[in-house]
């Protein structure tokens, strides 16, 4: 068999980090142990009923068995603008300010491709969300890691970075409430971030894939409340994780009309729009989908708090949850993050994500996902306790 050589952007793709601890989670569930999967960020609980009957009913329409329009329905980018509207007071105009997408995943590569040339700078969170990385690199740019500490509440800290940095930069990557620290952004955080993006002409882009998912009374804050944000970058949004449609692909960016252009003009290229059917049902969604949000966003709380309160019991302290469905926990001493993730996987069959693969500020902490049952949870941690580690 022939062997073709990829090229180079291909090559330069970073290596899928967490890629082994899938296999390891797999080999011990074949083996036919009881594994608590709590590594993943795929969401656990089915697609509201109303929102898949809409796909079925819209799937028999002929309408929706043709090419859709190359940039998506009108209805749905309609949607889109009253769903930002109605849920954070932005106004958006549909036409030229609303981009849908295949996922937020895909959009947050083709961002990089849109904007950047060979050995730009992109200013990048560190930890954070690996896809950022794969537009980079592809784009032959170069990152400028902000590191996200504890001490700053898991928020970049500007005055900490040169001048010479902030004035090469040409984008920026944020993501509230974030994976995988699970801190949140304040309104001033983001009054911040424009004052610095107009100062050194940077074009940010807010990954709000967790904007649903909130511990607090208050929705987490959306980057496009604040004043100029518009003018200086986008948001993307995805329908994965408010209406627990991962695997259906819709997702948009909002914002900034020359980036959304941007985007569109990218696509036109690699594909025709979402099938229609599923742009039809992501607008039921859009319009009618804030009471299951609410109840999706009380089961997380309870998961969270059942979390907590046992990792507590068991003197696991100092865990962050304050957006997202992911806790954010320090490793015991004498570990590192994989040290410690290894010992949970083969001691007491619980997967959790190590920081470290999300960048090297994640060093010293893992990654819990809320996406198993309150009894999992607890079991998880009563498997951890008898490691004696705290
Ligand atoms: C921070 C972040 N951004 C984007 C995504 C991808 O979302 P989508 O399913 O829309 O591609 C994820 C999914 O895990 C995520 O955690």
Redesign the pocket.
């Known amino acids: 068999m022939m062997e073709f050589e990829y090229s180079q952007a291909l090559k330069r793709l970073p290596e899928q980090f967490f890629a082994k601890l899938v296999k390891k989670t797999q080999a011990l569930m074949e083996a036919g142990h009881d594994v608590i999967n709590l590594g993943q960020?795929?969401p656990d609980q089915p697609t509201p009923a109303f929102i898949v009957e809409e796909l079925q009913e819209a799937s028999n329409n002929p309408k929706f068995h043709k090419y859709p329009p190359f940039q998506g329905f009108p209805f749905l980018k309609e949607s889109i603008a009253n769903f930002y509207q109605s849920q954070y007071q932005v106004d958006l105009d549909p036409n030229s300010e609303v981009a849908i997408?295949?996922?937020?995943?895909?959009?947050?590569v083709e961002i990089s491709q849109c904007l950047l040339n060979e050995n730009d700078k992109v200013l990048l969170p560190d930890p954070?969300?690996p896809?950022y990385m794969s537009g980079i690199a592809l784009a032959n740019a170069s990152p400028i890691h902000m590191p996200l500490l504890e001490e700053n509440l898991f928020l970049p800290d500007y005055d900490n970075l040169s001048h010479e940095d902030l004035n090469d930069a040409k984008l920026m990557f944020l993501?509230y409430p974030?994976?995988?620290t699970a801190a949140t952004a304040t309104k001033a955080f983001f009054d911040e971030t424009v004052q610095v993006a107009n100062e050194h002409h940077i074009c940010v882009v807010h990954?709000f894939?967790?904007g649903a998912i909130g511990n607090s009374d208050e929705p987490p804050q959306s980057f496009l409340q604040s004043k100029g944000a518009k003018e200086i970058g986008i948001e993307?949004y995805?329908?994965?994780?408010t209406f627990n449609?991962?695997g259906w692909?819709?997702?948009f960016a909002v914002g900034n009309p020359s980036i959304i252009k941007a985007l569109e003009l990218i696509q036109d290229h690699y594909y025709v729009s979402i099938f229609g059917a599923i742009q039809k049902a992501a607008k039921k969604a859009l319009d009618d989908g804030q009471e299951s949000v609410e109840q999706l966003n009380q089961l997380y709380q309870k998961r969270r708090e059942t979390f907590l309160q046992q990792s507590e019991k068991i003197g696991w302290h100092g865990g962050t949850a304050s957006g997202?469905f992911f806790v954010w926990m320090p490793t015991p001493e004498g570990y590192t993050s994989e040290e410690f993730a290894n010992l949970l996987l083969e001691k007491a069959h619980v997967v959790v994500a190590p920081g470290n693969g999300f960048g090297k500020a994640g060093e010293g902490f893992v990654r819990i996902g809320l996406l198993d049952s309150e009894e999992r949870l607890q079991e998880a941690c009563v498997r951890i306790e008898k490691l004696s580690l705290f």
Do not use: E, H, I, Q
């Open positions: 960020g795929n997408l295949f996922g937020a995943k895909t959009g947050l954070g969300y896809d993501n974030n994976n995988p990954d894939a967790y993307v995805t329908l994965s994780k449609m991962a692909r819709v997702a997202s």
